[in-house]
């Protein structure tokens, strides 16, 4: 497993694999393992996967400061691995809560940026919040599923501010496209990949500039594709049209079928729109 260190002495970690072209992967969680990415449906078919464990996550070191799991703090670990591989620009993919942390790399470094992939993308950074109504309309997609009743109890309890533990579990099978053995498995599996110290401290009030970030990507000179699944609770499709109007080449699109996990659901639609944007 290669390492390198992070500019304030933190251990990073990172994952490498396939074959091509380098692609530097984020995870999302926020803060989770990023062992629930594996090779995302194939994709190391076409590209060599960089999968960089975030600092206290995986097989990273923890931060002796944990004011460091902030997001806007970890670019500095992003351009660490950029620098790490010998490379000028990169190919940067982001899933779920990593999107933010790409774009606050993509808007502190916009000229070591090639290509720009957000996968079912968190995009709070640019001042996109997931709408409530707009939840409840992916929620509803999934009415004549037969774990519905108990999933949509859940999510009310949640939207009325009083969740369970098993509130938070039970509103899971909405993240997938098809609530099958394979999604159970990869589900019980990420149970104990998030951080919960981590991931409280990742979204700190004190790293948002939504109007700082919205500016500096406004001249990028980069193609960015923003993938949704057409089931996904958040972001909706038209969230990500809304995210992607902001890139000068920015680009939107839906995968059929495909909640937020959409390399599980499809591996071979994902793989197709994915490798086809990075060709």
Not at 83 to 107: F, P
Request: without cysteine; charged residues 20%; aromatic residues 8%.
């Amino acid at each position: 497993m290669p390492t390198l260190t992070s500019a304030d002495g933190t251990l990073l970690a990172y994952h490498v694999t396939g074959t091509g072209e380098p692609l530097l992967v984020l995870p999302g969680g926020p803060m989770r393992d990023s062992a629930y990415l594996g090779d995302l449906g194939g994709l190391s078919a076409f590209r060599t996967l960089y999968r960089l464990d975030l600092r206290g996550t995986g097989d990273s070191g923890i931060p002796t400061d944990p004011e460091t799991y902030r997001a806007d703090r970890q670019v500095a670990d992003v351009e660490a691995l950029r620098e790490h591989l010998g490379l000028d620009r990169i190919d940067l993919l982001a899933h779920s809560a990593g999107g933010d942390l790409a774009l606050l790399y993509a808007a502190r470094h916009p000229d070591r940026i090639s290509r720009l992939l957000l996968i079912t993308p968190a995009m709070f950074t640019l001042g996109i919040p997931f709408a409530a109504e707009q939840r409840q309309e992916g929620v509803a997609l999934r009415a004549g599923e037969p774990w519905y009743p108990d999933a949509v109890a859940a999510f009310g309890n949640i939207a009325a501010g009083n969740p369970t533990d098993d509130d938070w579990q039970g509103i899971i099978p909405f993240t997938y496209g098809r609530w099958d053995a394979a999604a159970q498995a990869h589900a019980a599996a990420g149970a104990g990949q998030r951080h919960p110290e981590a991931a409280e401290r990742y979204y700190a009030v004190e790293a948002a500039d939504p109007a700082g970030i919205r500016s500096a990507i406004a001249t990028l000179d980069a193609p960015v594709l923003i993938l949704a699944g057409d089931l996904d609770t958040g972001p909706r499709p038209e969230t990500a049209g809304e995210g992607a109007a902001l890139f000068p080449k920015g680009v939107s699109v839906v995968q059929p079928g495909a909640a937020h996990y959409p390399w599980l659901d499809d591996a071979e639609t994902f793989t197709r729109l994915v490798a086809g944007f990075l060709r």
